[in-house]
């Protein structure tokens, strides 16, 4: 096969499309970490959705009836087993020749979704190690939800995946889209491009701030079982979508902007930074839109405000890298 073989969208960027990943032994065994590490979640999730209850202790709310933690059960399951299918679309042949977008837009969410958890819950981890971590009131004062050990489980799990993820995407993308890593930034993008980082800058200051504040102990706009549910545990998770919120501003900016800088640099922000700030933030509105505990109190404006905020800036520099991703092909 060669190389006009391939789709005329992918020619733009590729290197070596034609060719089979290289598959040496360290590529095989982060394929072999990824789909092992999926079968936590996959087996917690689908005996949830047979009716069985371990893991979750008496009160919680995801004993309350009704469709939407059914629905929440499948699609999460669905989302954890599509991570098998972009195992095996990076370390299989036929995976160079999927389309882009059908690619790029499940990595894009998967490393959005697991950005926070690779740096927010190592931190976590030390911080109890530490002594640090929340004590017998703040624990009492939050709503039952699931047993700990898931926790536990299911996020050193989720940290294997993206690691593994991560080591097995960047080959992938140098070897198929090599040309987009290469060389400066060079001229700067057009007007209406800047206009959007400019705007994507405004609106991840202001959630950086918000949520900076609560990661300190600020106490505003929050419920009072959020407050008396905080410690250091909670304020690493706040700092984190800070951090993330203030990376996509940074990297729309520099992408936006051009130069002479070396383009690896912006391109990761961008696409880390945007990705976790748009995909945290409609994960977690939707989470706030659910059905409440009975009795439990709303959610504030400025809650919904700050995860809207949130995917404001992961949209706004997404379209940003589309943009300088689309002035980087070359017919």
Known sequence: MTTRAVRQSDTAYATRPSAAPVMGTGRRILRAVALAATLPYLALKAVWLGGSRIGIPDGSVLLEP?????VANSVTLVMDATVILIVLALTRPWGLRVPSW???????????????????????MLVKALGAGADEAAGAAREPFLDPWVFNVVYSGFTLQGLALAGLFVPYARERWGRCWQGVLGKRLPSSTGVAAGASAVTGAAVAAVYL???????????????AAYSAETGVVSAVHAMCAL???????????????????PLSLAWIGSAAALSWGAWM?????????????????????????????GILGALVLTRFLVSRRTV
């Open 102 to 124: 059908l690619l790029v837009v499940p990595v894009f969410v998967a490393t959005g979704l697991l950005t926070p958890i690779l740096t927010g819950f190592p931190a976590q």
């Open 285 to 313: 509105l939707i989470a706030v839109l659910g059905p409440d505990p009975e009795g439990g109190e709303q959610p504030s404006a400025m809650l919904h405000l700050a995860y809207a905020g949130q995917m404001i800036t």
């Open 66 to 70: 009704g469709l939407f933690f059914t």
């Open 213 to 227: 504040y609560w990661a300190f102990g600020g106490t505003a706009w929050l419920t009072a079982e959020q407050v």
């Open 247 to 265: 990376i996509a501003a940074a990297g729309a900016l520099l992408l936006a902007r051009g130069g002479e800088r070396p383009v690896r640099g």
